[in-house]
Protein backbone atom coordinates (compact mmCIF):
# COMPACT_ATOMS: atom_id res chain seq x y z
CA UNK A 1 0.00 0.00 0.00
CA UNK A 2 1.29 3.72 -1.15
CA UNK A 3 1.13 5.57 2.32
CA UNK A 4 0.25 8.66 0.10
CA UNK A 5 -2.35 7.27 -1.63
CA UNK A 6 -4.04 6.47 2.33
CA UNK A 7 -3.52 10.33 3.41
CA UNK A 8 -0.40 9.35 5.48
CA UNK A 9 2.60 11.74 5.25
CA UNK A 10 6.11 10.40 4.71
CA UNK A 11 8.46 11.11 8.00
CA UNK A 12 10.79 13.57 6.85
CA UNK A 13 13.53 14.92 8.16
CA UNK A 14 11.82 18.24 8.09
CA UNK A 15 8.90 16.80 9.77
CA UNK A 16 10.74 14.99 12.32
CA UNK A 17 12.78 18.33 13.15
CA UNK A 18 9.32 19.90 13.74
CA UNK A 19 8.15 17.55 15.97
CA UNK A 20 11.10 17.14 17.98
CA UNK A 21 11.19 21.27 18.14
CA UNK A 22 7.35 20.58 18.98
CA UNK A 23 7.84 18.83 21.76
CA UNK A 24 10.72 20.68 23.28
CA UNK A 25 8.36 23.47 22.97
CA UNK A 26 6.08 21.72 24.75
CA UNK A 27 8.77 20.08 27.54
CA UNK A 28 7.60 16.62 26.27
CA UNK A 29 9.54 13.30 27.53
CA UNK A 30 12.61 12.38 25.08
CA UNK A 31 11.19 9.80 22.73
CA UNK A 32 12.38 5.90 22.91
CA UNK A 33 14.78 6.56 20.53
CA UNK A 34 16.24 9.65 21.34
CA UNK A 35 16.85 8.45 24.89
CA UNK A 36 18.71 5.05 23.31
CA UNK A 37 20.91 6.94 21.05
CA UNK A 38 21.97 9.65 24.65
CA UNK A 39 22.18 5.98 26.64
CA UNK A 40 24.43 4.78 23.38
CA UNK A 41 26.78 7.96 23.29
CA UNK A 42 27.18 7.49 27.47
CA UNK A 43 31.05 6.15 28.26
CA UNK A 44 30.16 2.64 29.92
CA UNK A 45 31.40 4.26 33.01
CA UNK A 46 28.39 7.18 33.08
CA UNK A 47 26.05 4.53 32.03
CA UNK A 48 26.75 2.10 35.02
CA UNK A 49 26.75 4.98 36.97
CA UNK A 50 23.67 5.98 35.40
CA UNK A 51 21.73 2.55 35.90
CA UNK A 52 23.31 2.03 39.62
CA UNK A 53 21.45 5.14 40.71
CA UNK A 54 18.15 4.02 39.27
CA UNK A 55 18.91 0.77 41.22
CA UNK A 56 19.56 2.41 44.27
CA UNK A 57 16.26 4.69 43.64
CA UNK A 58 14.21 1.68 42.91
CA UNK A 59 15.24 -0.19 46.12
CA UNK A 60 15.11 2.86 48.33
CA UNK A 61 11.32 3.56 46.95
CA UNK A 62 10.22 -0.27 47.27
CA UNK A 63 11.70 -0.46 50.78
CA UNK A 64 9.76 2.69 51.81
CA UNK A 65 6.61 1.31 50.66
CA UNK A 66 7.30 -1.84 51.90
CA UNK A 67 8.10 -1.04 55.24
CA UNK A 68 4.48 0.86 55.49
CA UNK A 69 3.34 -2.68 55.32
CA UNK A 70 2.04 -5.03 57.80
CA UNK A 71 4.06 -8.50 57.34
CA UNK A 72 1.24 -10.19 59.44
CA UNK A 73 -1.23 -9.58 56.44
CA UNK A 74 -2.50 -12.44 54.75
CA UNK A 75 -1.46 -10.84 51.31
CA UNK A 76 1.62 -8.92 52.49
CA UNK A 77 4.36 -11.38 50.36
CA UNK A 78 1.99 -10.48 46.92
CA UNK A 79 1.63 -6.97 47.92
CA UNK A 80 5.05 -6.69 48.73
CA UNK A 81 5.95 -8.00 45.18
CA UNK A 82 3.26 -5.59 43.21
CA UNK A 83 4.82 -3.16 45.21
CA UNK A 84 8.46 -4.39 43.85
CA UNK A 85 7.09 -4.18 40.38
CA UNK A 86 5.43 -1.11 40.11
CA UNK A 87 8.85 0.82 41.73
CA UNK A 88 10.98 -1.57 39.57
CA UNK A 89 8.67 -0.45 35.67
CA UNK A 90 8.12 3.27 37.02
CA UNK A 91 12.38 3.54 37.40
CA UNK A 92 12.51 1.83 34.10
CA UNK A 93 10.58 3.26 32.06
CA UNK A 94 8.73 6.79 34.33
CA UNK A 95 5.68 7.46 35.68
CA UNK A 96 3.59 7.99 32.44
CA UNK A 97 3.34 4.13 32.39
CA UNK A 98 2.37 3.76 36.01
CA UNK A 99 -0.60 6.34 34.48
CA UNK A 100 -1.76 4.27 31.78
CA UNK A 101 -5.04 2.86 32.01
CA UNK A 102 -3.38 -0.65 31.34
CA UNK A 103 -0.82 -0.90 33.92
CA UNK A 104 -2.44 -2.40 36.61
CA UNK A 105 -3.36 -5.49 34.69
CA UNK A 106 0.29 -5.76 33.65
CA UNK A 107 1.72 -5.38 36.86
CA UNK A 108 -0.87 -8.05 38.16
CA UNK A 109 0.52 -10.49 35.58
CA UNK A 110 4.18 -9.76 36.63
CA UNK A 111 3.46 -10.40 39.85
CA UNK A 112 1.44 -13.47 39.74
CA UNK A 113 4.50 -15.00 37.34
CA UNK A 114 6.52 -13.65 40.01
CA UNK A 115 4.46 -15.58 43.03
CA UNK A 116 4.69 -18.64 40.58
CA UNK A 117 8.13 -19.17 40.10
CA UNK A 118 9.64 -20.60 42.98
CA UNK A 119 13.38 -19.87 42.35
CA UNK A 120 12.64 -16.15 41.97
CA UNK A 121 10.19 -16.12 44.96
CA UNK A 122 13.12 -17.20 47.08
CA UNK A 123 15.07 -14.85 45.69
CA UNK A 124 12.51 -12.00 45.97
CA UNK A 125 11.84 -13.49 50.08
CA UNK A 126 15.48 -12.87 50.80
CA UNK A 127 15.48 -9.59 49.53
CA UNK A 128 12.13 -8.97 51.67
CA UNK A 129 14.27 -10.27 54.98
CA UNK A 130 17.74 -8.19 53.93
CA UNK A 131 14.84 -4.92 53.75
CA UNK A 132 13.39 -5.80 57.05
CA UNK A 133 16.64 -5.98 58.53
CA UNK A 134 17.93 -2.91 57.25
CA UNK A 135 14.92 -1.11 58.38
CA UNK A 136 15.43 -2.44 62.02
CA UNK A 137 19.12 -1.31 61.70
CA UNK A 138 18.02 2.28 61.14
CA UNK A 139 15.51 2.19 63.72
CA UNK A 140 17.75 1.04 66.10
CA UNK A 141 20.33 3.99 65.35
CA UNK A 142 17.78 6.47 65.54
Known amino acids: MDPLKMGLMPLTEEVYIQQKKMRKESKAEKTVSEEMRDKASLSPE????????????????????????????DRFLQEAIGKLVSSALEKEFGKKLTKDKGFPAMKEQITRQLLGDPEKLVSIENMLFLMQKEKELKEKQQ
Open 46 to 73: AHNKMEQGKLEEFIETASAEISQMSEAE
